[in-house]
């Protein structure tokens, strides 16, 4: 007999219980407003049956997950005739790509920027290791998300084509593995635990990262019965503060009594900005910024010390050099961003505020705060309020005040001299430096995403912007990979609600994933690709030249007309930048205005006048620094 409730149910849905077949139930689904409506009103709690395929798209879909970023295989047809089913059903989207770097890099652009979960799909063999080796970006950046790959079968009925070539068993589940979090779906019934463990990878509250789902080609079709109810639930962790609430008064008479305080921001500070700002100001404390934090402290504040490490500026090397007790606020300790362990001579003791157990513990003579940064800030700066730590830090606040007017005034210097002349493009042109400085005004004029790819365009532009706020720059220095910039401009053309964006790159990394030109115009995106061209891998050309007196192997022959190669392209606006700041501004202003892809190709200098570059001015263990380094980090008492 049927009950009240399966009335309602069948007079909502049109049915009773979910129908046989995939397109049929997306369908269902579909009508009932979606899976997640559909178990609220407690339709999905018996035990269903449909393909392993399938239950994974519903179990992502439970967790947030209905973009798919997708480049088909061999060993992905039954997935994605599941994901074809939902999306003609209207419940997930799929984009396809013509790369697995690009499509990885826009998957974790989709999720670091808008905070939209996604996943990669692909095969494994050339696919899988592509797309695996992109994921570097978001694993060491801290951004979660799936990735899918067609595995090889589990009945080992010989060799299956684009496995690795060994007698062995599940060799990408390895391989995955030790990239992150990963788990190969060898029998239908694992899809559980499986999204179970990979929730916890991909929402993990301060170190998430990319999640591996290795799928093998027989078990994707085979059936598996299960609730829907059941499926795994995207998690919420609480945060976290100190139990002991004495450690929270010992720190702050520590940074009372302390005349030379400095806080090294890393990127777990972007979401603690104001409570930063307050601690900061409460303590005396000079503030020193990653690259991968610009923002954090608004660039005109007289705390705001710019970027120190390895290429650092003037003023934050100088409060690295001199700091005498050292505040640590989610920072991993990067080699570059802490000049390779030796970036704090005179620092006796450390307060490090991390929610990670491990990294919370990285130097020696700590006083670990291990939770939540906001709460931990916020109570750190009440209790400093009625010390007035400020007045014992003046003389250090002037110091370093002088110091950032030095940075000032040389950043100006190198913006305002004429264009250089280049032995390559045998005329004056921009230097880098100038040519970022002008597009970096252009960016905050029109509030665009600034996304820098790695090498010198990088290197130069967290020396050069001028951020108010998180949020404006992105620079991907965890992995520093090569055409991460120009393929996270994609995410805007897939987000909910993207936003205009320009890419920072360089001739190098522009080649990287030109592919970007394509599908750019395919997915509607509205963005501009500023390519910086100086004919070279100018920040290794920099670097031998600076350990060896020569460089060697960095640069090529080949003249390249990108304006018209991205002209070539079907939609692509293609500009040529100039070679003046006049020039280059009225190129910017023209790219804004057309609604899709631009691009405009800037030549830039390269060469022995130190106006050419921002200069370096920390260590760094590596080439023929590495003796000097170590000796100095032997000696280091943090």
Known sequence: MKTEQDKSAAGKTGALRLPETTKARAEWLAKAGGLETAIGAGYLGEVVTMPLAEALVLGLMRQGVSKYLVIFGHGSTALGEALRAYETAGLIKGFQFRNEVEMSHAATALRWVYDEPCAVVTSIGPGALQAMAGSLAAASNGVGVYHIYGDETTHGEGYNMQQVPKPEQGLFGRITGAMGGAYTLHAPGSVRDALRKGAATVFHPWKAGPFYFNLPLNTQPANVSL????????????????????????????????SKVAIKAGGGARRA??????FAEASGAAVVLSPGSTGVLPDAHPQNMHVGGSKGSISGNFAMDQAELLVVVGSRAVCQSDCSGIGWPKVHHVININADPVDVQHYNNTLA????ATHVLEALAEKLQSLDAVSVSADW??????????WVAFKEEHFNAPPLHDDVWQRPVLTQPQAIKITDEFCRKHNAIKFFDAGDVQANGFQIVEDERPGETYT?????????????????????????????????????????LIDGIEHGVHATIVLFDNRRMAAISQLQLAQYGRDYRTND??????????????????????????????????????????LVHVPVYH????LGGMGAYGSWNVGNWCTAVQQKYAATLI
Not at 567 to 591: M, P, S, Y
């Open 227 to 258: 609730r829907l109810d059941a499926l795994p639930q995207r998690p919420e962790f609480p945060r976290l503060v100190p139990a002991d609430s004495d450690i929270i008064d010992q720190v702050a008479r520590l940074v009372a009594a302390s």
């Open 397 to 406: 606040l002037r110091d370093c005040a002088a110091k950032k007017a030095d």
């Open 273 to 278: 900005a104001k409570e930063l700002t307050r």
């Open 607 to 610: 060469g022995s006048d130190p």
């Open 476 to 516: 991907e220095s965890g992995a520093s990979y090569m055409g991460f910039a120009v393929s996270a401009l994609l995410a805007g053309g897939l987000a909910e609600r993207g936003r205009y964006a320009v890419a920072f790159t360089g001739d190098g990394s522009f080649m990287m994933n030109p592919q970007v």
């Open 557 to 598: 022959a080949v003249p390249v007309d990108y304006v018209q190669m991205a002209n070539a392209v079907t939609g692509v606006k293609a500009l040529w930048g100039g070679d003046d700041a006049a020039a280059l501004r009225k190129a910017l202003e023209e790219a804004h205005t057309h609604p899709g892809l631009s």
């Open 369 to 372: 705060l291990t939770g939540d």
